[in-house]
Structure formats: structure tokens, C-alpha cells
């Protein structure tokens, strides 16, 4: 079974920056596409980006377009968030995961089935 373990959530004051990573320690047969998630207290879990796993375009959220980079390092097995210029509204849990789309990789979190346990992160002054 997939095995998912994120790192590099924390806090940051607005308009700073934080690098989250993902490490596939496990592939599963039906991971094709990976996602970052993020869920605040009291909200839904909403898809912040997604991308096929092996390459491709990546499907950001509005808001987070220009500010967020989602990347890959196929050789370590490690999948990347770059957030820039955050907001106190992108203060959340952020998830890592993966799952099997045959209809492109989009960010609704019905299509993953492989989740790590999330790292907070928190931006405020």
C-alpha cells in the first residue's frame, strides 16, 4: 500500500515563505496523480494543487495561482510545495496525497486515496 509522510509545515509571518515536502516511502499501482490538500478548523479539505505523478501540468487553486509551486524530484521520490507570500487565510493543515484519476489529476480529494497525516502550517503576525 502507498505510504505518504509530509514535513516542513510551521509558522511564518505574512508575506513570508515555506517549503513543504512529501516523501513516497511506498507506491501503490494506482498512484497517478498527487495532490497537496489543506483543511483550516471548521472548513471543508480543499484541493490547493495536483499533477500527474510521472509529469505533466499542474492544477492550481485560484487562490493560491502565483504563490504556490507544487514540483517533484522523481529520484528521491519526494513531491514539493513552495509557498510564497502567504496570507493568514492560508494558515491550515496541509496534506500530501495520491490517487488514481483516468480523467485528468483534479483536486478534489474524492479522487485520492493515499493520505500522510498533514503538517500544520501557520502564518501570522
Known amino acids: 500500500q502507498g505510504r505518504l509522510v509530509e514535513s516542513g509545515g510551521g509558522s511564518v509571518q505574512p508575506g513570508g515563505s515555506l517549503r513543504l515536502s512529501c516523501k513516497v516511502s511506498?507506491?501503490?499501482?494506482?498512484?497517478?496523480?498527487m495532490g497537496w490538500f489543506r483543511q483550516a478548523p471548521g472548513k471543508e479539505r480543499e484541493g490547493v494543487a495536483a499533477a500527474p505523478i510521472f509529469g505533466g501540468a499542474t492544477n492550481y487553486a485560484d487562490s493560491v495561482k502565483g504563490r504556490f509551486t507544487m514540483t517533484n524530484d522523481d529520484a528521491d521520490d519526494m513531491i514539493y510545495l513552495q509557498m510564497d507570500e502567504l496570507e493568514p487565510e492560508d494558515t491550515a493543515m496541509y496534506y500530501c496525497?495520491?490517487?488514481?484519476?483516468?480523467?485528468?489529476?483534479?483536486?478534489?480529494?474524492?479522487?485520492?486515496?493515499?493520505w500522510g497525516r498533514g503538517v500544520q502550517v501557520t502564518v501570522s503576525s
Open positions: 496525497a495520491a490517487g488514481a484519476s483516468y480523467t485528468g489529476c483534479r483536486r478534489s480529494k474524492y479522487d485520492y486515496a493515499y
Open positions: 511506498q507506491y501503490a499501482s494506482d498512484m497517478r496523480c
